[in-house]
């Protein structure tokens, strides 16, 4: 069985991390796929999926500090949309991540999230859920 849902997300600033685990979860649960497989992906080139902790902000936070500080908005880019760091960035950290689901919810440890990472916001983004099994 495979299910594919989309969902938009609207970020609020030019850098943004967001947490859309619940947004996933609710996805694998409307499946009712006990044991599976479940792939998230975002269409864009300047945006970006990780998993990482969700519940101290400050980790999101550091995540985009740092990553500002390794790829500055201007350094002499060739593309001349002036976004050049967004699209590194998107690259970087990469566009799907994968997720096993187990009791019909995603295995995920205990600070671990699916954080949907903005890096040339304000926008509105679409993101991608297939939730797949051999039921
Ligand atoms: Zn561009």
Excluded at 35 to 51: K, N, S
Excluded at 85 to 98: F, M, R, T, Y
Aim: net charge negative.
């Amino acid at each position: 069985m495979i299910m594919i849902e989309f969902f938009s997300i609207k970020t609020n600033r030019r850098e943004e991390i967001v947490d859309i685990t619940k947004r996933v979860e609710e996805i694998v649960l409307k499946s009712k796929i006990k044991e599976g497989l479940c792939v998230v992906f975002v269409p864009h080139t300047t945006a970006a999926l990780t998993i990482n902790e969700n519940a101290d902000p400050s980790v999101k936070r550091d995540i985009l500090d740092k990553l500002a500080k390794l790829l500055p908005m201007n350094d002499n880019y060739a593309h001349s949309e002036g976004n050049s760091d967004a699209h590194i960035k998107s690259s970087l950290i990469g566009n799907s991540v994968s997720l096993l689901v187990k009791d019909s919810v995603l295995v995920l440890g205990t600070w671990q999230g699916i954080l949907f990472c903005e890096f040339d916001g304000p926008r509105e983004r679409k993101v991608i859920v297939l939730v797949l099994s051999n039921e």
